[in-house]
Structure formats: structure tokens, C-alpha cells
């Protein structure tokens, strides 16, 4: 039961940070973080652990904070995004199942109908693109590539909040998304690898620019 509860509490607060429901900076105490969730203060202390070990938490003279998100270590982040994407991309090619990427080429087709709907989040889209990554993450089979991944990924989802919601840069990033697709189910490990590389240096340059210039694509 306690594992439980530490579970639901850890999920609920990651995804209260990544959603930036937490800013960063806010101080989470027990007693007060406890009481609202509803849970005892021992499931809490696990849920807080493993959000620290994320990197998501970092201690302070108050407590627990939520760590802080910049520009400043969001190229360090793609240096990382692109050692792991490409590979994993290299190794979808050699290893897809191609029904799977098959289907996933077809959705992504349809990516500018789901761009253009009356969906402000865009929370078709970016499910979509949560089916890609999944895809891959199931088409490499190595475990611990994944699971760096996954970490990887928990950082990049607060890393975007940067950037100010840019509809031509989801268009072309939807493109890009067709194109990585297209060359793992046509098993062209190279062509993967180089498709995952311009996607992100394009990713990382939109991020910068937004984030440096907010009101340009406003």
C-alpha cells in the first residue's frame, strides 16, 4: 500500500513540475505536501527521493526546491539528446518491426490535420509524438538505452516550456518526425541517425530563439 501511495504521489508531483504546476523554486515541505496529497508523510519521503534523484528536486536551505530550468543548460542536455536519439535511431532501423513503423508513418501524414484542429495543447500532436517514441524505445530492445531515454526525456519536457508555442516550427518539426520515420522502416540506419541529427539541431536552435527572443513568434 505504501508503494502505492509513493507511486501515485511521485507521478502527480513530476507531472505538476513538468507542467510547470510547480514553478521552479517552490519550496515542497512534508507536513503541508502530505496533507494535500493525502497521504502519509513516509510514502512522501519516497516520492521526494526519487524526484531528487531525477533531478527534478534539489535540496536548499528551506527544504526541498523545485530545481531551477534555464537556457543555460539546454545545449548540454542536446549534447546528450543527440548521443542517445541517434543511436537509438540506428538501431530502430536494424531492429523495427515494420508494421509498427508503417502504421506510425500513416499518422504522422495526418500530423498537419492535427496541427491545424481546434486543439490549443496541441495534445493530439504531441501523443503522437509520444507513440514515436515509444515506438522506438520498443524497436532498439536495449534496456538501459531506454531508460536513459526516459530520464532524458523528463528534463526535455521542462526544457520546452521555454519556448513559446510556435505552429510553423511544429509543422516543420512534424516533417522531420515523417522523414526520421520513413528511414527506420526502410532500415536505412544512416539516413536514421542523420534525419534524428537535423531534427534536433533544428529543435535546439527553435528553443534557443524563442526562449532568447519571447516575443518574436508571438
Not at 4 to 16: G, I, N, P, Q, V
Not at 54 to 68: C, I, K, M, P, Y
Not at 74 to 89: G, I, P, Y
Amino acid at each position: 500500500m505504501a508503494s502505492r501511495a509513493s507511486d501515485r504521489a511521485y507521478e502527480l508531483l513530476r507531472d505538476e513540475i513538468l507542467e510547470w504546476q510547480l514553478q521552479p523554486g517552490t519550496t515542497l515541505g512534508e507536513v503541508e505536501t502530505a496533507a494535500r496529497l493525502g497521504i502519509s508523510r513516509t510514502p512522501l519521503r519516497e516520492a521526494l527521493g526519487r524526484l531528487q534523484a531525477d533531478g527534478l528536486l534539489a535540496e536548499s536551505g528551506r527544504g526541498l526546491v523545485v530545481t531551477a530550468v534555464s537556457t543555460d543548460n539546454v545545449a548540454e542536455l542536446f549534447e546528450l539528446r543527440q548521443a542517445l536519439e541517434q543511436q537509438a535511431a540506428r538501431l530502430a532501423a536494424a531492429r523495427r518491426d515494420e508494421r509498427v513503423f508503417a502504421e506510425l508513418l500513416a499518422r504522422f501524414r495526418t500530423a498537419p490535420a492535427l496541427l491545424a484542429a481546434d486543439d490549443p495543447g496541441r495534445h493530439d500532436y504531441f501523443e503522437l509524438v509520444r507513440e514515436f517514441d515509444r515506438a522506438v524505445d520498443g524497436a532498439v530492445r536495449s534496456s538501459y538505452l531506454v531508460s536513459a531515454l526516459a530520464n532524458l526525456r523528463i528534463h526535455l519536457a521542462r526544457v520546452r516550456r521555454l519556448s513559446q508555442d510556435n505552429p510553423d516550427r511544429l509543422l516543420e518539426a512534424a516533417g522531420e518526425h515523417r522523414m526520421i520515420v520513413e528511414a527506420i522502416l526502410g532500415g536505412d540506419a544512416d539516413l536514421a541517425a542523420h534525419a534524428t541529427h537535423v531534427h534536433l539541431h533544428k529543435s535546439l536552435q527553435a528553443i534557443l530563439s524563442t526562449a532568447a527572443h519571447p516575443r518574436a513568434t508571438s
